[in-house]
């Protein structure tokens, strides 16, 4: 009998998992993008060409936002954050970082266990300025919550991630 129950619940979860792909859904890349990169004390980003000016705009950003975030979450990040700086919303939506579509309304993303932000330049430099401070609001607090040694661990469990309401406060 618990033999049989165990069965049904491996079977249980695995469906639970498959609801969770992307069937019939490709994202397309249209162009293959050559990428440099420029660093700074704390971040290594991402740009390709043209960008050099928007790169270097992020960086300052970045680094200030950097000292206001750490004072007044009391934390400091140890290893270097990648950040991708696409030229667009259309070639940001080909990102190959993740797997899933991205919608119109996506101003940008960082990831749960690696602390790579990934954003587009939409044209308007105080939108960029306020995405890339939010965006490494929750690289700080990504790296608080699963920044030490179990994370390779906890990275594998979809169980241990936040809520949507919790990250975005």
Do not use: C
């Not at 969770?20 to 060409?49: A, C, L, M, P």
């Not at 705009?57 to 290893?79: G, P, R």
């Not at 939409?122 to 920044?147: F, M």
């Amino acid at each position: 009998m618990i033999l049989l129950l165990l069965i049904l619940l491996t079977f249980v979860v695995t469906s639970l998992y498959a609801q969770n792909t992307y069937f019939g859904k490709n994202k397309v890349r249209y162009k293959n993008f050559d990428w440099s990169f420029i660093q700074t004390r704390h971040f290594d980003i991402h740009f390709y060409e043209d960008a050099y000016e928007t790169a270097k705009f992020s960086a300052t950003v970045l680094e200030s936002s950097y000292v206001e975030v750490s004072k007044e979450l009391n934390y400091k990040i140890q290893k270097r954050i990648p950040v991708f700086v696409y030229n667009s919303h259309n070639d940001f939506q080909q990102t190959n970082i993740i797997g899933s579509l991205i919608g119109e309304g996506t101003g940008g993303f960082t990831e749960v266990f690696k602390s790579r932000i990934v954003i587009p330049f939409t044209g308007s430099y105080e939108d960029l300025r306020h995405v890339l401070h939010h965006e490494l609001t929750h690289a700080v607090t990504y790296d608080i919550l699963y920044g030490n040694i179990f994370s390779s661990l906890l990275s594998k469990q979809r169980l241990f991630a936040m809520p949507l309401w919790f990250a975005e406060g």
